[in-house]
């Protein structure tokens, strides 16, 4: 019931105005460090950082500093050490849904301030890298590296207006992961400031504990001030396919055929999403398929027995424009196989740059409506193959039968594109769904809608675990050390004591409450024992 507590806290946790938590303890006495950074201790900064994109939980931090320079975060991170209770948390874009990147009292960084600019690396031979900071977006990583030298990264999240020390630490995914893996499995150095102040670089061959660690670590084990991005040549044009399907095994067995294929013929992109039988929603009925814009649903091509719930897989093939001629065939030939309803497929051919920025203009849409400045009781889970039809007949097709406001994503991903030594927790099974509920509240319904579909995520939540799913929540948010060590399983005894080694005072990323200064990971792992 955790969303819920946050719910019934935020009158009192937005009265929490504290510029020393301590009470006792000068923020920081001689004033240096803050002379250094720009820092905010009221107004309209703080008042941003005391919020995220979830809208459901205030915490007010004492200082919204804005660090240029790795040492200007190394530097923040010892001013919260001077004393016993300030912490400091790492905000990018704000994105987060349940206060993750808030620190209450305490200091929370504007990493989109953080330089120096990208920088191309060369690897040897062809192969390059781009070295950006952790505050960068995602889309500004892709126009930087295809507009000055015609490359880009191979994994990317769908919305690319978050930051990549963000994705970084929670996994990053997107259609293309089932091939080339999360954003997690794709850098190869980093450079943390550790919870003791320290500025380090880390690669899977120099402190890869660290680096490991870091990567889906939540922000528990450092900040990211910069990662080394390997780049490939970006391709020119991109092939966007949607096709519709009655029934969700024959949707499953489509999409899990498809993204375990490892020829060179396989789509380059790979999702799927759940939608309405049902003309009237605008947001996730029929409308929500066809494109281009303009494009006609057929109803008549779907079954008079289908039921309240359909599925399109949406697919991807790069070209360039040696290959356009042919790309018709191709793509003819490579569809043949689906069981898809014939009738009910949809194609527009984009470039590169547009098809990865499609979901800037469900943005756009969102800010126009007002929807985009509500709450949003977000729900991501990653769920095991050997489940998601038990989910699909309950979850889909009863709990939310009538549509959650927004997109309701569903697709396989591989667990061998995983690197077991990261931090991040998926499910046991080599396949594996992610089912991201991504609810978007209206702005005249109320705190009422919000509640009800937090406790409509607790329900589905509660169902998971009553069923002993093999299930993770993605990007996850607990209250208690129980949920976290559930969350984390055998696993859970090197998380604590990677977060006694790289942050032994629980300094970082207090808004995780996975740890606290109070009780330490020391502590936890004493407990543990």
């Not at 040897?124 to 890298?129: D, E, I, L, V």
């Not at 450092?222 to 490939?232: D, F, S």
């Not at 008079?304 to 359909?310: E, G, H, K, N, W």
């Amino acid at each position: 019931m955790m969303m819920i507590a946050y719910l019934e806290r935020q009158q009192q946790q937005q009265q929490q105005q504290r510029l020393v938590p301590d009470g006792d303890v000068e923020l920081d006495p001689d004033h240096s460090i803050l002379r250094a950074l720009d820092s905010d201790a009221t107004g309209d900064a703080v008042a941003a950082a005391a919020r995220d994109f979830g809208g459901m939980v205030f915490l007010q931090p004492a200082r919204f500093l804005r660090p240029s320079t790795a040492d200007d975060v190394a530097g923040a991170v010892v001013l919260a050490s001077r004393s016993s209770s300030l912490t400091v948390a790492a905000r990018g874009n704000g994105h987060s849904v349940c206060g993750q990147a808030m620190a209450d009292g305490g200091i929370v960084l504007d990493m989109r301030t953080l330089g120096p600019p990208m920088e191309i690396v060369r690897c040897g031979g062809t192969a390059a890298a781009v070295d950006v900071p952790g505050g960068a977006l995602w889309a500004e990583v892709l126009s930087w590296a295809v507009r000055n030298h015609g490359m880009a990264p191979v994994s990317w999240t769908d919305y690319l207006g978050l930051t990549v020390g963000g994705t970084l630490s929670n996994g990053g995914i997107s259609g293309q992961a089932f091939r080339h893996g999360p954003q997690v499995a794709n850098v190869t150095e980093l450079e943390v400031v550790t919870g003791d102040g320290e500025r380090l670089v880390c690669s899977p061959s120099s402190a890869s504990d660290l680096f490991f660690a870091v990567l889906g670590g939540l922000g528990q084990f450092g900040v990211v001030t910069r990662a080394r991005i390997p780049l490939v040549p970006a391709p020119k044009m991109v092939r966007w396919i949607r096709v519709v399907y009655g029934a969700f095994d024959e949707y499953a067995r489509d999409a899990e055929w498809l993204v375990t294929r490892d020829d060179s013929a396989a789509f380059d992109y790979v999702e799927g999403f759940v939608f309405r039988n049902d003309a009237s929603d605008p947001v996730s009925g029929w409308s929500s398929v066809p494109i281009p814009p303009g494009s006609a649903f057929d109803p008549a091509r779907i079954p008079a027995d289908s039921s309240p719930i359909l599925y399109c897989l949406e697919l991807a093939l790069h070209y360039d424009h040696t290959q356009a001629d042919n790309v018709d065939e191709r793509v003819k030939e490579m569809l043949r196989p689906l069981r898809y309803l014939r009738g009910l497929e949809f194609a527009a051919d984009v470039s590169y740059l547009e098809f990865l920025s499609r979901v800037g203009r469900v943005e756009e849409e969102a800010r126009a409506s007002g929807t985009w400045a509500t709450p949003h009781p977000w729900l991501n889970l990653l769920v095991s193959s050997s489940d998601i039809a038990d989910f699909d007949s309950t979850v889909f097709k009863r709990v939310l039968s009538r549509g959650i406001g927004g997109p309701m994503l569903v697709y396989p991903l591989r667990r061998s594109k995983w690197d077991e030594r990261m931090s991040v927790a998926v499910p046991d099974g080599e396949l594996f769904y992610l089912v991201a509920l991504l609810r978007f509240v209206t702005p005249h319904a109320g705190e009422a809608a919000v509640k009800e579909a937090v406790e409509q995520n607790q329900e589905i939540l509660s169902h998971c675990r009553n069923k002993g799913y093999d299930f993770k929540v993605y990007i996850p948010h607990y209250e208690s050390e129980a949920d976290w060590a559930r969350h984390f399983d055998g696993d859970w005894t090197r998380f604590v004591e990677r977060k006694r080694r790289y942050d032994p005072m629980a300094i970082l990323s207090p808004g995780q409450a996975i740890f606290s200064r109070a009780r330490p990971p020391a502590a936890v792992a004493a407990s543990a024992s």
